[in-house]
């Protein structure tokens, strides 16, 4: 019997030998016992001699052969555990998939997160640094009226006192406490008060956590679809009049989305809104307002409190008993793209309103640098490689900050891979001479796997960048500030953190790879012109 294990061929043979030799010696035993002992002897002694000793050899390596095996099926267990440390399950969680009850389906989620976090440790003290660093603290705030949004009354300037506040005291909102004292200010107004011609809020502003707690936390009184915009989302309504736009989850947060899709038929995506708002306030600009995660139970915080009839009318429960809903939009608002709760919580974005039009209308700008949102024509940017030329004599980007802000723009768009920029806003009141608001950042990081090269066109074609904003850039690529990381360490503080980390692992890396992107893109035009630096920090060294 020959057993086929490499390397024990020969072995092997030793066996088939001794087994035959043991038969033969069996039978001449046989033979001895009748006949005569002598001539048994003599048939049988070399043969004989040497089966013993085969079958002493077989034994023996019977014995080593089963050691061996004892060994491997114990390393055999130990892979497969190492394997389980490693490899979480690969679980199916795509739109149509998404009928499961929460627990599991969190629970699945979570482990696969839990490792990345492992990957990358999550490093707060470098968030600290950098936000420490005196390229941070440039900014003083401003000291003319005029670089306001808003004015707060004083008491007896127009004849109005504090009953000017109250409103018709709706059920479910909370009795007015606050006056023209700034103290007594909801963290939403505040939020508004501070906004200046420069930024939306300074920077460490320490009402921003407290508006963010409180749009994670505080009861909804209502919910009502927001017009305008091509995809669902709510305006939420809290019981101390502040209003959030809520954007609910229609994907995964570490599906990449689908190579087909157009940039203007992709789905738009709550972490995206959250990881553009951390993003923007990382680079210095702070021209996203604050934005949040949040679990919505689709019922008690939408269906039971909404005024909007529309609305309420697509709610429906699906196969599995989970609450769907899709409203109206002219993007994917139908029963197949509804948004479900598993089986009624919901998780989106909520972010912070700006104040009212009424109270500080915006003004929407095109993006000279907008797509032809069209699946075959190409925008005039896109073959006209001295296209910036002519923007750069056309106002408002003639004169002031205008062009070095758009560039801040294509920076952050082209880290989050945004390639829907087609408008933005400025608050009117602030004529040219103000920031642009970074609204509408649904549609980023949708793919880590691949960059978008042309969305840094604005950069490349008109060569010009503020010092502040290189300098910052320049900072996020060191080691003791990299982008990654501090980006991993600000989403850390979301409290939809704790489900999942806010950005896949391969988004952070994305984000230090395109850094090093822009940086070199940068390098290109300073070795071929002089004037790419626009000064804005002149006090500062270096
Ligand atoms: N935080 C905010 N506060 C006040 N208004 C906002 C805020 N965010 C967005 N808006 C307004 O809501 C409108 C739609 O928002 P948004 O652009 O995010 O939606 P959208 O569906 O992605 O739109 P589009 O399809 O045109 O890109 C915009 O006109 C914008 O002015
Ligand atoms: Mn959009």
């Given at each position: 019997m020959t057993v086929k294990i490499r390397g024990a061929t020969e072995t092997g043979k030793y066996c088939h030998t001794g087994l035959h030799c043991s038969v033969y010696f069996g039978f001449s035993l046989a033979v001895a016992l009748?006949?005569?002992w002598k001539l048994t002897m003599r048939v049988c002694r070399h043969r004989c001699l040497l089966g013993a000793f085969a079958m002493l050899l077989c034994a023996s390596v019977a014995l080593h052969l089963l050691v061996a095996l004892f060994l491997l099926s114990a390393h055999h267990t130990t892979c497969e555990l190492s394997q389980c440390l490693f490899t979480q399950p690969h679980d199916d969680l795509t739109s149509a998939n998404r009928s499961h009850p929460a627990p599991s389906h969190v629970a699945a989620v979570t482990g696969r997160w839990k490792q990345e976090v492992r990957a990358g440790e999550v490093n707060i003290t470098k968030l600290e640094a950098l936000f420490s660093h005196a390229l941070y603290n440039l900014h003083a705030p401003p000291s003319h009226d005029d670089d306001w949004l808003l004015k707060v009354r004083s008491k007896g300037s127009e004849?109005?006192?504090?009953?000017?506040?109250l409103s018709d005291s709706k059920e479910g909102y909370d009795p007015i406490q606050w006056n023209t004292s700034t103290e007594t200010h909801p963290p939403w107004l505040r939020f508004h008060l501070g906004i200046s011609r420069w930024q939306l809020y300074q920077h460490r502003d320490a009402n921003v956590a407290v508006l963010l707690q409180q749009l994670a936390i505080n009861r909804i009184v209502s919910a009502?679809?927001?017009t305008g915009g091509t995809q669902l989302k709510l305006v939420l309504t809290f019981p101390n009049y502040g209003q959030a736009l809520f954007k609910p989850m229609k994907q995964e947060r570490y599906e990449e989305t689908n190579m087909n899709l157009f940039y203007f038929s992709d789905f738009e995506r709550h972490n995206a809104e959250i990881a553009a708002f951390h993003l923007d306030r990382i680079l210095g600009f702070r021209r996203v307002p604050p934005v949040v995660g949040r679990l919505i139970d689709v019922i008690k915080e939408i269906k039971d409190v909404t005024t909007d009839h529309k609305l309420a009318r697509t709610f429906f429960?699906?196969?599995v008993g989970n609450t769907c809903f899709y409203g109206q939009c002219s993007y994917y608002c139908s029963t197949e793209h509804a948004v479900c709760g598993r089986p009624r919580t919901l998780e989106g974005s909520l972010a912070a309103m700006l104040p009212d039009l009424s109270l500080s209308p915006r003004r929407t700008w095109r993006n000279p640098w907008r797509r032809s949102y069209s699946r075959?024509?190409?925008a005039l940017w896109e073959t006209t490689p001295t296209?910036?030329?002519?923007?750069?004599?056309?106002p408002p980007y003639d004169q002031g900050t205008r062009l070095v802000d758009l560039i801040d723009m294509t920076i952050l768009d082209f880290l989050q891979s945004n390639m829907d920029r087609h408008h933005y806003e400025t608050f009117e009141i602030f004529g040219n001479n103000t920031f642009l608001i970074h609204l509408d950042n649904g549609r980023a990081f949708g793919r880590y796997s691949k960059d978008e090269p042309s969305i840094l066109t604005p950069l490349v074609q008109c060569c010009r960048i503020r010092r502040s904003t290189l300098s910052r850039l320049r900072l996020l690529s060191l080691p003791?500030?990299?982008?990654?990381?501090v980006m991993r360490a600000s989403l850390s503080h979301d409290p939809l953190a704790t489900v999942a980390p806010m950005l896949a692992?391969?988004?952070?890396?994305?984000?230090?790879?395109?850094?090093d992107t822009v940086l070199q893109a940068i390098q290109r035009c300073l070795l071929q012109y002089g004037d790419v630096i626009y000064d804005d920090i002149p006090n500062y060294p270096g």
């Open positions: 009748r006949t005569d004849g109005h006192n504090e009953e000017q506040w009502v679809q927001k429960t699906s196969p075959s024509k190409l296209y910036c030329n002519s923007v750069k004599k056309t003791e500030y990299r982008l990654s990381d692992e391969p988004h952070l890396s994305a984000l230090d790879r395109r850094l």
